[in-house]
């Protein structure tokens, strides 16, 4: 994801982070949804990498990648909580 810059990147993940806390209904609090969709964005394009399956370079596609790897952690940290 070349294409987002940094500053977008942490927007964006951020963003797909707090929608993906709302989503799934945890409650770990903003800034912790917020860096779990950073780092989630990370983790999903590396996954996806590995499957052979790359997301078009935008603003959008990094949302999608970022919603999907935070919704992924959510749900780890979620089995982990219990």
Do not use: H, P
């Not at 409650?27 to 996954?47: D, E, H, M, P």
């Not at 990498?49 to 949302?63: A, E, I, W």
Request: cysteine-free.
């Amino acid at each position: 994801m070349e294409s987002v810059g940094w500053i977008a990147a942490i927007i964006i993940g951020g963003l797909a982070g707090w929608l993906a806390g709302k989503l799934m209904d945890m409650r770990f609090g903003i800034f912790i949804n917020i860096v779990l969709g950073i780092v989630g964005s990370v983790v999903a394009v590396a996954l996806l990498r590995t499957f052979d399956v790359f997301v078009q370079d935008s603003r959008l596609g990094y949302f999608v990648t970022s919603f999907l790897g935070a919704s992924l952690l959510l749900f780890l940290a979620k089995l982990v909580r219990r």
